[in-house]
């Protein structure tokens, strides 16, 4: 049996395409970041914890596989998280602006055997955005919630300039990547 360990409305959306049954499980890890940790490997430690969070709340492990993702934007070596306020998603969205950043999505799978893992990274290019853009965009509360400030899937898709990689993944669950780890572990066929 599949579990998806996340609250992301948008992974369980995305995981739902794959057609693959499962069950969502609420896990809670704190998404810290340690001094001097590689933004690719804070995302994968992450995405692992949320797996394995996952696994530890299952009565019976032992025919379950439990995924576990993260996403991040990365921009100059910095992990732009959720805003916590209107001034946040702002101030992400003007340094965004106009540049082109980085987003990290990592998906681990694991069960009592075995674990696997899949990385999948995005550039994204926002165009040039004017003060009263950012202003309307933040206004309509979207931000909230999202890495970096944006919903590629919602009004954010305006800011994109360009898109190279994986539009899912973007949004938070990469399908390519993880439709290969899923059928590493049998849940897919080959």
Known sequence: MLYLASQSPRRRELLRQLGVEYRALDVDVPEMRAPGEPPEEYVSRVALEKAQAGLALLESAEEAVVLGSDTEVVLDGEV???PADAGQARAMLQRLSGRTHTVVSAVWAASAAHTGQ???VSKVRFAPLEEAAIAAYVATGEPFGKAGG???QGRGAALVEHLEG??????GLPLFETARLL???GLLPA
């Open 166 to 171: 994986s539009y899912s993944g973007v949004m």
């Open 118 to 120: 899949e990385v999948c």
């Open 183 to 185: 059928r590493r572990f």
């Open 80 to 82: 732009f998280g959720k």
């Open 150 to 152: 944006y919903a590629i």
